[in-house]
C-alpha cells in the first residue's frame, strides 16, 4: 500500500465536490480498508490511506495491547509539535468503553469515574487508567518518505492510526476541537451507515 503517492490535494477535492469550506467535518476510520475518509456532513470528500495497531484484534482491553479502538469519539485535542508531525488526540476511552472495561473487570470504579468526569468536561481522557489515553490520528514524522511509500500494509503504530505528513496537515487544518471519529471495522448494514450519518 502506498500511503500518499499521488494523491488528489484536499482543496482540489473540495473544488471536485463543488465544496467551498468544510464546516461540519466527520472523519471515518475504517480499519477493514485501511482507510480515513473525510466527510462534509454527509458527503464524502476525501480518502486517506492509514496503519493502525500492531495489535490486529477488534477488542482492545488495555493500553499496552497495540490495539487501534473501535467505536464512536471526537477530537478532544491537537497537537501540531509531536515526534509525529501533528495529532489529533482522540477521547478513547469513551464512556461507553469505559462501562464495557468495568463490567469486565478491566478497571476499577475509581478509573471508570476519572474517565466519567472528564468526558462529562469535555476533556481528554486521563492517562493513568488500565485502557490508558493515548489513542490518535497522527502523521509519520521523520520516516515520513520510506513508511507513506512502502508498497504493502504495515500496521506499526501502540494503537493510533497513521497517516502521512501531508495527509495530516489536511485532516488538521479542517478539524477542530469535537470533530466525530468513528473507527470502525466495517459497517455491519447499510442501515448502520445510513443511521450514523442522517438519522
Known sequence: ???????????????ENGISEIKNPILIVDRKKYLV?????NKLV???KAVFGKNQSLVKISKEDNVTP?????????DSNTQYHKELKLNYPSISDAAEALARNYINQDEYDAIF??????????????????????????YDIIFRNLPFSFNWTDGSIAISNESIDELYSVTKIGTPVKII??????????????L
Open 1 to 15: 500500500m502506498i500511503l500518499n503517492l499521488q494523491e488528489v490535494k484536499l482543496a482540489d477535492a473540495m473544488r
Open 117 to 142: 468526569l472528564a468526558q462529562k468536561n469535555n476533556d481528554c481522557p486521563p492517562r493513568e487508567t488500565k485502557l490508558g489515553a493515548e489513542i490518535s490520528i497522527h502523521g509519520i514524522g521523520t
Open 70 to 78: 473501535i467505536g464512536e469519539y471526537k477530537i478532544c485535542a491537537k
Open 185 to 198: 471495522y466495517k459497517w455491519n448494514t447499510t442501515l448502520e451507515f445510513l443511521h450514523w450519518f442522517f
Open 37 to 41: 475518509q473525510l466527510f462534509n456532513e
Open 46 to 48: 476525501k480518502s486517506y
